[in-house]
């Protein structure tokens, strides 16, 4: 009696214990989900995704969700999209908003956006909902001289077909500011753009800035603008004075050279009138050996001196107005 009912508690334990593992294995309410909301997920596909560790519960209730939506989409490409890194929940929200909004967009596109790192549900409420992007104060000049200080909002919606390889808003952005900047550096007055900013929406929608980006640009705002310096007239008064420094440069090189002319010449003319020292002092020694050996007369000799002195003087006062010494030799 003892035995058999030990019996019967193991047969009622392996029954349990199959039953668990059934359950912890197979996911029977999620595919009883499944069925009952029409998505084709078979057991085997669950039993297949808890052996290769996707969770069966995230597959199963995105399935549901893109079949009451309306969506033909496969298991498959939700456990493929998956195991490549992506996120299926925001992959099929995506597709649902853009299919209630009429916007062209299928699952393979979706899933390279999400997959490129982009927020594709993000991406879908912005083709839907426009959003403003605000420019940093630029300064611009027009052919006046006058500067605008201007800031700018940027009306954009996402491109769908643009967000796998196009640009970010920065590029966007910066793009305006360089278009904001050359139009105002073409007009001739700061006037012209005062009376039409328009010219600034104008010169963007003709240019295309959003090309290559993953927004479409629908307007530019002006949202401030200031009247600031008068860049032509600082240029202008700048320029003279390096001018002036210029020729304050060029006229102190000119006195200097002058300078050192006059200085050269000065001592040339030292030089020869050592020169000519020399050779006074050498024919008055010769004068005085004449007059000593009695070739020369006093009279000649002291009349000869008296011309000299004479010639030195009338040499200083016409050289610089002062009376050179006279060199005299007594006898």
């Not at 993000?122 to 800031?151: F, T």
């Not at 793009?175 to 328009?198: A, Q, Y």
């Not at 009376?323 to 007594?330: G, L």
């Amino acid at each position: 009696m003892g035995s058999e009912l030990w019996m019967v508690f193991l047969v009622i334990g392996a029954i349990v214990l199959i039953i668990w593992l059934l359950f912890a294995i197979i996911p029977i309410t999620l595919w009883i989900s499944a069925v009952v909301s029409r998505a084709k997920i078979s057991i085997l596909s669950l039993i297949s995704m808890r052996l290769r560790n996707i969770p069966p519960a995230m597959i199963v209730n995105t399935q549901i969700k893109a079949v009451k939506a309306g969506l033909s989409l496969s298991a498959s490409k939700l456990e493929a999209h998956y195991l490549a890194g992506g996120n299926t929940d925001r992959v099929i929200n995506a597709l649902i908003a853009a299919q209630r909004a009429n916007i062209p967009l299928n699952f393979e596109h979706a899933a390279a956006i999400d997959l490129a790192g982009r927020d594709v549900f993000e991406a879908v409420s912005m083709s839907i909902s426009p959003i403003v992007l605000e420019s940093p104060v630029i300064s611009a000049i027009a052919k006046n001289g006058i500067e605008l200080i201007i800031k700018a909002k940027i009306t954009v919606k996402a491109n769908i077909n643009g967000f796998i390889g196009g640009a970010g808003e920065p590029t966007v952005i910066a793009r305006v500011c360089e278009c904001m900047s050359s139009t105002i550096g073409s007009l001739e007055s700061h006037e012209d753009f005062l009376e039409n900013p328009d010219l600034i929406s104008q010169s963007v929608l003709e240019r295309g800035l959003a090309a290559g980006t993953a927004f479409d640009i629908l307007s530019i705002d002006i949202a401030d603008v200031d009247v600031g310096r008068n860049i032509g007239a600082q240029l202008q008064a700048d320029q003279a004075a390096a001018e002036k420094q210029i020729s304050q440069a060029k006229a102190e090189e000119r006195r200097a050279i002058a300078a050192a002319v006059e200085q050269e010449r000065r001592s040339k003319v030292q030089e020869i009138r050592l020169k000519v020292v020399e050779i006074e002092a050498e024919v008055q020694k010769a004068m005085v050996k004449a007059l000593r050996e009695g070739k020369l007369g006093v009279i000649d000799y002291y009349n000869m001196m008296s011309a000299v002195s004479n010639k030195q003087i009338r040499s200083s006062i016409d050289d610089s107005g002062e009376k050179e010494p006279v060199i005299t030799v007594q006898g």
